[in-house]
């Protein structure tokens, strides 16, 4: 594979710096955390080994649905080695990630939902022996009908899967949103489509499988290391199910081998963990088998779509209806954030006047499904983009010109009252298309060969956190050591994406220090000031931001004495390299950590602390608190192709894609994010699938489950483009998740434009080619569904 990037001229940033020459923002600088990785010092939590550790395992239900009604845990309490079993009444207390969906226990005490639901623990001295105790557990069940499709749940008479207050059926949540008169926009239409879209689920496939410790100490403390994405919740759901005080529970996330959004629950191996470990008085490990994960799953949901789109000639959209039907498994993790993302952005991308979403999230007994790389938004981008290039066929316009000539105004409110800042789409647009010749090559080159664009936007951290409050989303303290040394503490995890070295260019890049000075501590709740954690792409903004105001709040004592001791006016007074010098004659100056000894002497002990809350949306609706933003990002994607039409096998030719980052706070970082977006949504499309029989799942092994390996890598050429938006720290944005949205549809554009045939569902694979070109692909389908009425918002 050989990759080619554009790269913008990176020198000042108006917004967040003062204007002054930027020294360390924008370059390509190494990771802080590059070399203990490369070298193998790195410690996941499968690495941590303590004195007297047990080890877990846990059993797991083989069927799909199920009442529990006997488990006899006493042969396995009797093999040598094992020190201690634990059952679901042990743990009666429900846990979730959102406050409505607080439907898990970390052992079943009642009733299994899906394969591979768990219904008991052991540890014991290993893991061989703590594998013999759990086959040695008695479990009666009396088994269900499964509740295995949308339709099925829809339809089931049978016992639902949950009950509860706001549960209908096997309906976990159904929405009905209109803002403006839909009905209105279809008639004044002069062509209105309708098309239906299936997206399969897929699971994220990170190389780290997911691993905890705890250890339960004398003095009646719990410490939890583990691979999660989110410390804060997992704290919080710790406290709620152990009936903890939180001030004796410690959670260190652990560097993260791979998220991708399947990190960010709380999950229940982390809670039996502390219990056998509060039970035994030992630390106790657990590291998943990678069937377990592929079990464990929170991956993308499956989704049913319907869009309705009215256009006028010119294609200027005058209404747009979408319906989603999502299957979420077995329990509701984030689904209702989910349900409510696949309607929510449809209006940030295009100019879309009047606009109405109906969705719903059921409840089967597979597993659950939550958030993925884009959560919630893939799936919705990939039907509005494959239904547009539909339109403009209709109209006889090109779809490079139907996108351009419909980008959303920057600073303008959309129709469901989303606060836009920057927008960086038409160039994206335009420079994607100018480098791939797109114009010149679609519908021209010769059968088999195709070329497909695409665009889409993306939050850039979610606007409200889970459980709405007051308080900052992220926060940052930082502590100066008489060497010079600057150490800052944040509660953000560091994924792989280069949190922690975010943290540390700002930090260093406002004090003036290099970065390698700089000494991160994150992700300890101990230790750390609360950071909501890494999803929705938020760390850069949200970290980023309270950084720079911690370290704005130390800026002004380092200064002050550095003026008085050099006599030059504070105003005149710049910092960089390790040194405050005067502007205006170099040569005058002092070393940094001078001005931090000068500053300690006359102020104290030096420190200080920043933080961050996103502004509020405008929109004060019920619904309205899922898909603000504190700014957008944007992305377009230009796909060429050849498919064989013998076999159905597609063969990516190259990709160009170009990002709105607003500004790279390093481009090689950010170019290496939008790389593995691409790699991510080729799979995506093309080859990857959670599909089940029975409750089983097909492919539960990194060998059966297909994704790309390197030889599937075309080349990509990524061309960065900045907004500089005035909400982003130097004036970034995300660059993680926006870019995997428009690659999926521009392959399934660039299909069409090589063979003439549609394939609305992915992942598009060799077979549907070989039946659609056959004509015997039959048309994605919805479930009929009598959604409640609207919520009618008026404008504002």
């Known amino acids: 594979m050989t990759t080619k990037t554009e790269t913008p001229e990176v020198e000042k940033a108006p917004a967040g710096s003062d204007a002054e020459p930027l020294t360390i923002i924008g370059k390509p600088n190494v990771k802080v955390d590059a070399m203990a990785k490369v070298s193998g010092e790195t410690l996941f939590a499968d690495d941590i080994a303590l004195p007297r550790m047990l080890f877990c395992k846990i059993k797991r239900s083989p069927h799909p649905h199920a009442r529990l009604r006997r488990i006899d845990t006493s042969r396995a309490e009797a093999i040598e080695g094992v020190l201690a079993t634990l059952v679901g009444k042990e743990l009666p207390i429900p846990f979730g990630i959102l406050p409505v969906s607080q439907d898990e226990h970390a052992l079943c005490p009642d009733k299994v939902r899906f394969v591979g639901d768990p219904v008991a623990a052991v540890a014991a001295l290993d893991e061989e022996t703590a ?152 630390p106790v490990k657990v590291t998943l088998t990678r069937e377990e994960v592929f079990y464990c799953h929170r991956g993308r949901h499956p989704v049913k779509m319907w869009v309705k789109t009215g256009v006028k000639k010119n294609g200027d959209i005058t209404a747009m209806h979408f319906r989603s039907f999502l299957d979420g498994g077995a329990y509701g993790s984030y689904g209702v954030a989910s349900l409510y993302y696949t309607g929510a952005l449809q209006t940030v991308t295009y100019k879309v006047p009047r606009y109405k979403f109906e969705g719903l999230r059921v409840f089967t007994n597979k597993p659950p499904c ?87 936007s993306y939050i850039t951290g979610a606007g409200l956190p889970i459980y709405w409050n007051e308080l900052p989303h992220s926060g940052v303290q930082l502590k100066l050591d008489r060497g010079g040394g600057v150490t800052a503490f944040c ?74 001791k050099l006599e030059v006016p504070i105003e005149r007074l710049c910092m960089a390299h390790r040194r405050i010098f005067d502007k205006e004659k170099l040569d005058v100056g002092m070393d940094f950590a001078e001005a931090v000894v000068l500053a300690e002497a006359k102020f104290g002990t030096l420190g200080s602390t920043g933080s961050y809350t996103p502004p509020r949306s405008p929109g004060r609706y019920k619904g309205a608190g899922v898909g603000p933003s504190a700014t957008y990002s944007y992305s377009a994607c230009v796909v060429e192709l050849e498919v064989d039409p013998e076999t159905g096998v597609i063969r990516i030719e190259r990709i160009w894609i170009a990002h709105d980052v607003g500004k790279p706070i390093n481009p090689i970082l950010a170019i290496g994010q939008i790389e593995g977006s691409v790699y991510m949504g080729l799979g995506e499309v093309l080859m990857e699938e959670q599909v089940f029989r029975r409750g089983v799942h097909k492919l539960p092994s990194m060998l059966d489950y297909k994704s790309p390996t390197f030889l599937e890598m075309p080349p990509v050429e990524t061309i960065l483009v900045e907004t500089l938006d005035p909400e982003g720290p130097y004036g970034a944005k995300e660059c993680g998740q926006g870019p995997l949205l428009p690659v999926i549809p521009a392959v399934a554009n660039a299909v069409y434009d090589a063979i003439g045939v549609r394939i609305d569902e992915t992942p598009i694979s060799p077979d549907k080619i070989v039946r659609a070109l056959e004509g015997r692909l039959p048309a994605s389908r919805v479930p009929d569904y009598d959604f409640p009425p609207p919520v009618e918002v008026p404008p504002l």
């Open 131 to 282: 594998e013999r105790a759990l086959r040695e557990i008695d479990v009666d069940y009396d088994v269900l009908p499964p509740v295995m499709s949308i339709e099925d749940a829809l339809d089931a008479e049978g016992e639902p899967i949950h009950s509860g207050d706001r549960i209908r059926g096997n309906v976990q949540k159904a929405v009905s949103l209109e803002f403006g008169n839909v009905d209105e926009g279809f008639s004044e239409a002069d062509l209105v489509r309708e098309d239906t879209f299936f997206f399969e689920g897929n699971t994220h496939l990170p190389m780290e499988q997911h691993a905890a410790v705890a250890s339960f100490t004398a003095d009646g403390k719990l410490t939890l290391w583990s691979s999660t994405q989110t410390p804060h919740y997992v704290h919080r759901a710790m406290a709620k199910v152990l009936e903890m005080p939180p001030s004796k529970i410690r959670v260190i996330a652990c560097p993260n081998g791979g998220g991708f959004g399947g990190k960010s629950d709380p999950f229940n191996h982390e809670i039996v963990v502390a219990k056998l470990s509060m039970k035994t008085r030992r």
């Open 370 to 456: 939550g958030p993925k790389r884009g959560h919630g938004t893939v799936q919705p981008r990939y039907a509005i983009e494959c239904h547009l290039d539909k339109i403009a066929e209709e109209l006889g316009k090109s779809p490079l010109a139907i996108r351009l000539e419909r980008v959303v105004e920057p600073f303008s409110i959309t129709a469901n009252q989303f606060k836009l800042r920057t927008v960086g789409l038409a160039e994206c647009l335009e420079r994607v298309a100018q480098h791939s010749e797109l114009e010149k090559k679609r519908g021209k080159l010769p059968r088999g060969r195709g070329i497909g664009l695409a665009a889409s």
């Open 491 to 564: 509660g953000s995890t560091d994924i792989g994406q280069g949190s922690d070295s975010v943290l540390a260019y700002v930090v260093a890049e406002e004090l003036g220090t290099e970065v390698e000075d700089v000494h991160v501590v994150t992700a300890d709740t101990h230790l750390t000031p609360v950071d909501l954690g890494s999803y929705s792409s938020r760390v850069t903004l949200m970290t980023g931001q309270a950084a720079i105001q911690a370290a704005r709040r130390l800026k002004p004592l380092l200064l002050e004495q550095a003026a008085e």
